[in-house]
Every structure is written in C-alpha cells, then in structure tokens.
C-alpha cells in the first residue's frame, strides 16, 4: 500500500510505499518540477518531494500553485490520497497520482459566499488611510514590467511608504521590503482599500470599488503595434462598455512615448486626464543593467551567443504559438534559446526544455532577458519597442501575417515597411537571417528612426521621474 503525507518540519510532501525501491520520484507541475529524494528500500521505501524550489538563483520559495503529476517509477498511485492539508505557503491536497498545489488561503473564503463576504466589508472599509502603494503586475501572475521599476524608485526616494504587492501565490517573489498580499485573502481585500495608491499594469477588474483619498496609476505594459481596446476589429458594444468602464477608474496614465500616448487616449477613451510621457520605467534596466549577472543567474557563461523568443499571444488560442522547434534552433545557430512566453499563456502550457533551451517564461523580469541576450526573436509583441533601447539585431518570424493583421487584430502601422530587422515566415529563413552578417548594415537606417520614435525617453531614469511626480502630486508622502 502507497501512502501520503505532510512533513510539516521539513516542509515536504512525504509519498511511502512497500517493496523495492524506485529508481526515481518526481513532482512535475507546469512551471516547476521538483525532484524526490528516495530512501530506504527492500520491504519499505520513502519519496520526499519538497513544497519549495529556487529558481533563477533567488531564495527558496513555495511552488507555484497548479496541478502537479507525482511520478514514481514502476508504482500505482491510484488508491493515494491526502485531504487540503495548509502549510506556511501552500495548501496541498493528493488524488491518486495527482497532487493540487494552491495559494495558502483558508478555504472558507474562497467559496463564493467567503468571497462575497469579503468583497462586502472591502466595499464598506473607509479607503486610502494608509500611506501605501498597493502594486500589482499581470494580475499578480508576475513581479514585474513598469511596477516593479516604480516600487524600486520609491523604496528609494520616499522609503516610509508601505509597498504591498498583489500576488497569485507565495511562489511569485516581492521585492525586499514589500509585503506579499495573496489575491483573494482577506489581507489582499484589506491593502487594496486601505492604500492611497494603486500602481497596476493591466486592468483592476470588476471587484476594485474606489475609495475616497485613492488614485491609480495605470503603467499599462507595452507601446502597441496591434489595435487595443475601443480600436480593435469588429463593433462588441459590450467590450466597448467595459473598456470606457476600466478607463475612468485610472487617474494617470503613463505612456512610453508620444506616438503610444496619442494611441491610448483614444483607444482607452482616456479623455481629460493626464497621460506622463516619461519613457518606461521597465526600460530604466536595459540602460543601467549588467548582463553578466543575469547569464550567471541563468547559467549561461559569458562568451555563448543568447536568442530570446519571445512571441505575443493569440486571441484565438490560449497557449503559446510553436512555430519554431527550439531545441532545433538552438543546435543551428550554436546558441542558447530563451523562450519567453507571454504573461496570459503563464497558466496554460508547460515549459518547453532540450538541450540548450531555457524556458523564462516564469522569469521575474522581461526587461533583465532583454539585456541578457545577444539578438530577439519576435512576431508583433510590444517587446520590440523595448529591445530597441538595446540597440542589438531583432528578427520578426511572422507566419501568420496575413491572418493577425487582417482579421484577428489589426495593426497601427505596417510593420513590413518599417521593421528595424527582417520578417521571416519559416525557421529555415530564420536561421538564414540570423547567419547574414549584413543585415545589421541594411537596417541601420530604420534601426535610427524606429528608436528616435519610440525610445527618446527610455534614457535609464523614467523610474525617477514617475516616482518624483507621484510625491509632487501627493499621491503618497514620503
């Protein structure tokens, strides 16, 4: 008989079963994987799988929450179960072969009556009696993009601000001095009303009620090239009801440049209102970041040529687009593969591997993968407008061109004509242009005017202008 439980001490998910001992154990979830240490052997054996895992050389933290294969090699674990069991930062419960990982919170509150009951006393708390930034980045999936480059501004300049960190689970690490606050907890509910400030990157939702004393800084996260928002194909007048809704909750906007500022305002209706062009603060690190502490962190020695892939997502698929084999790549060009899916494909694929690939799209900080690598990989993904600040080759492998800019989104400008590198519709071409020494001469000329456009603000301190105009306008004190 296999049996399961919880060593609470050591902070590990103990499987035990009799007869001879198995030659692996491990626990494999969708963005982490974790192996079981064995002992024992002969009439009894024990697998211990730990709850935490470092990642990218950061500190111990709980796993991800998601669904989790256990894998023991030549055993059954369908007779196998555990009831919801809370630790310090996972609730953990087992079915058979199948262990579910979950965020820590008591489970009385996630029924929808315990939601109700907390979204009721949110809605009657009096609002922004704390001197506090509330941040959140990609609904808490992530640390990371425009906030997490303004909350390390602020912990500068005004260091008696309390920083609460909107996150989906204990795994998703907050900055030093940040308080994590799990979506959903009755702690999360409590921040978002008590700060004086919201600091988000994508939308706040149906739930955010505003408070009297509060203001909300939208960062958003990318300079658009496909149509967003009121601009996007086809008349939905519900869409056009929540985007005009969403809008009117923010009370400054920021924008990377003029040319997304005068986009935005109207795509979000955003009328009457400041937009701050001030660069992006997600940038500031493309300018003062050191490359070789990143490649360290990833495992990648200095003097190895690096390819980031890093792909947008489709409206018609939840997963990450595969159109190109990276592990083949890889062995074609000599190089390392990044692969960097987007924030909304976080919950739905598994990481890809192969010799010489690392998937980072778990990964803190796009901005730090960007200066890590030598030359991006993209199709119509905002990225661009960031990598550029870099100045290093980009290749736009773009095959289903026709299809994206004439009938799923829709683009602002044509991309063919003013690409700062070449589009490719197959990884063979892809390959091609990545092995032409002369492409970078035959580019240079848009190269110049794409950063004049995009990036005359991304000069290392938009950071410091945003934070130094949030305590002008006393959204917090210092």
């Given amino acids: 008989m296999t049996t399961a439980r919880i060593d609470e001490a050591a902070e590990t998910l103990i499987i035990a079963g009799a ?7 491990d626990l ?33 933290l709980p796993l991800p929450a998601g669904e989790y294969e256990i894998r023991i090699a030549d055993t059954a674990l369908d007779d196998v179960t555990l009831d ?14 199948t262990a579910l990982i979950a965020a820590p919170i008591d489970p009385v509150y996630e029924t929808a009556e315990g939601q109700s009951t907390l979204e009721g006393r949110y809605v009657a708390q009096a609002g922004g009696t704390e001197n506090a930034v509330f941040f959140e980045s990609f609904y808490g999936r992530s640390v990371g993009c425009n906030p997490q480059a303004i909350d390390r501004a602020l912990s500068v300049q005004a260091p008696g601000v309390t920083r609460y960190w909107s996150v989906v689970d204990l795994s998703v690490a907050v900055p030093e001095g940040a308080i994590a ?20 990157n994508d939308w706040l939702r149906r739930r955010f009620a505003r408070k009297e004393g509060q203001k909300v800084v939208q960062t958003w996260h990318g300079t658009p090239l496909k149509r967003l928002a009121l601009h996007r194909p086809g008349f939905d007048p519900r869409r056009m009801a929540a985007v005009v809704k969403e809008s009117r909750r923010w009370d400054v906007l920021l924008a990377q440049n003029t040319y997304s500022e005068r986009i935005l305002r109207k795509a979000y209706a955003f009328f009457g209102r400041p937009i701050w062009v001030e660069g992006y603060p997600r940038n500031d690190a493309l300018v003062h970041g050191d490359p070789s502490a990143i490649r360290a962190a990833l495992g990648i020695h200095d003097h190895e040529r690096v390819l980031l892939y890093a792909p947008t997502w489709r409206d018609d698929r939840a997963e990450m687009v595969d159109f190109i084999d990276p592990e083949t790549l890889a062995q074609q060009t000599d190089a390392v593969v990044l692969v960097r899916g ?5 919950d739905t694929g598994r ?28 199709d119509y993904s905002s990225v661009m407008f960031d990598y550029s600040v870099t100045g290093k080759p980009m290749y736009f492998l773009v095959p289903d061109l026709d299809h994206y800019r004439g009938q799923l989104r829709g683009f602002y400008f044509d991309l063919e004509s003013r690409a700062p590198g070449p589009l490719v519709r197959t990884q063979d071409e892809l390959v091609a242009a990545l092995a032409d020494d002369g492409g970078a001469e035959r580019y240079a000329e848009r190269y110049v005017a794409w ?21 002008d306008q006393g959204f917090v004190t210092r």
């Fill in 19 to 25: 007869g001879p001992r198995p030659a692996s154990a």
């Fill in 28 to 60: 494999i979830g969708p963005r982490a994987r974790v192996e079981g240490r064995i002992t024992g052997g002969g009439k009894t054996w024990k697998a211990s799988f730990p709850l935490r895992a470092a990642r990218w050389g950061g500190a111990d």
């Fill in 84 to 97: 919801a069991h809370v630790l310090d930062g996972v609730r953990i419960a087992v079915d058979g072969g």
């Fill in 181 to 200: 606050v799990v979506e959903g907890s009755p702690e999360w509910w409590r921040a978002r009303a008590a700060s004086r400030l919201l600091v988000v």
């Fill in 342 to 346: 987007h924030s909304r494909t976080i």
């Fill in 351 to 378: 990481d890809r591997d192969g010799a010489r690939v690392i998937d980072v799209t778990g990964y803190p900080e796009t901005a730090q993968l960007l200066l890590a690598a030598d030359a991006l990989i993209t």
């Fill in 451 to 471: 950063r004049a456009q995009f990036n005359v603000r991304d000069d290392g301190h938009a950071a410091e202008r945003v934070v130094a105009r949030i305590l």
